[in-house]
């Protein structure tokens, strides 16, 4: 098969290698600024690219306010470039794809794969993130997590792995979630467990805030209990849990680590990627 890989961060960049190394043809663009092996050609042309590709890539996530992810690019990439590059019968595959950018796939008879919205790859990735999320809080304190109190906000993916990582190496572990039924399901498996409202009673006990919810749960009367000494690490994506300005000028030491699997584990990122695609490209040859 040709791949197109267009655009991405490190985990793009091995995944390219990861490809051919499976013998299949892969052409890249935007990916001009990354180093990738001579036998993996840098199109000069995203019409070269991805002319005759059964497949093209596209990052996790895919895009932003209409301007393909591409850090390694020497110039922007708007999704409309790229669709109008494209051919009815190719595969799209990419993670968080716009809704302009898929309906647009879709109107010019592409087919269409959201990586984000395979339950293998999600799970996968929140493993990811979690792993890098340990991994943040020990490096940005001197506290230990062992004998910390950490609070993680929300019940997703992201929060259910994160908190039973922290509490197997011997945190006390709370969770504030809005159902009673992952609050449940949060005690039964050991940890602590409360409502959004509860939380002013408790913000002062927490040596760790980490937030995973998409939207604001931690407002300033919130923040103004957290202790000075304390850490927030903010996974969630924009607008984020809680004010990050808010929390500087309150003099709390807060961190905002999006796309983590990228930063702590781009090669098994990139072979989750791959795994995900060839599943996408089995099924829809049955």
Same mark, same amino acid.
């Given at each position: ?180 039924? @992952?609050?449940?399901?949060?005690? %039964? +498996?050991?940890?602590?467990? &409360?409502?959004?409202?509860?939380? #002013?009673? $408790?913000? /002062? ?42 929390? @500087?000028?309150?003099?709390?030491? %807060? +961190?905002?680590?999006?796309? &983590?699997?990228?930063?702590?584990? #781009?090669? $098994?990122? /990139? ?16």
């Amino acid at each position: 098969m040709k791949f197109a890989v267009i655009g991405g961060d490190k985990r793009s960049v091995l995944l390219c290698s990861l490809l051919w190394r499976d013998r299949h043809r892969v052409h890249s663009f935007a990916l001009e600024k990354a180093e990738l092996p001579a036998e993996i050609p840098k199109a000069g042309c995203l019409q070269s690219c991805v002319y005759g590709a059964d497949c093209i890539v596209l990052p996790t996530p895919a895009e932003k306010n209409g301007i393909i992810n591409s850090p390694y690019a020497s110039q922007p990439l708007t999704a409309e470039e790229l669709l109008v590059s494209l051919w009815p019968g190719q595969l799209l595959i990419g993670g968080k794809l716009g809704r302009e950018l898929s309906m647009g796939a879709v109107a010019q008879g592409l087919q269409v794969a959201d990586l984000m919205q395979r339950r293998g790859f999600t799970v996968g990735n929140a493993a990811l993130t979690a792993e890098g999320a340990v991994e943040k809080l020990m490096a940005s304190s001197p506290r230990s997590l062992w004998g910390s109190s950490i609070l993680v906000t929300g019940w997703g993916r992201i929060a259910k792995i994160l908190s039973l990582r922290l509490y197997a190496m011997g945190a006390r572990v709370t969770v504030a979630a809005r159902k009673e039924g @992952d609050r449940a399901m949060a005690t %039964a +498996l050991g940890l602590e467990a &409360l409502d959004f409202p509860q939380l #002013p009673e $408790t913000m /002062a006990d927490y040596d760790f805030i980490v937030n995973t919810v998409p939207e604001q749960v931690l407002g300033e009367q919130e923040l103004n209990l957290v202790r000075r000494d304390a850490l927030l690490l903010e996974l969630a994506s924009a607008p984020g849990g809680f004010d990050m300005r808010q929390a @500087d000028e309150l003099g709390l030491k %807060a +961190l905002a680590a999006p796309g &983590l699997p990228g930063l702590c584990a #781009p090669y $098994t990122a /990139a072979e989750l990627m791959r795994d995900t695609i060839y599943s996408v490209i089995r099924e829809r040859e049955e």
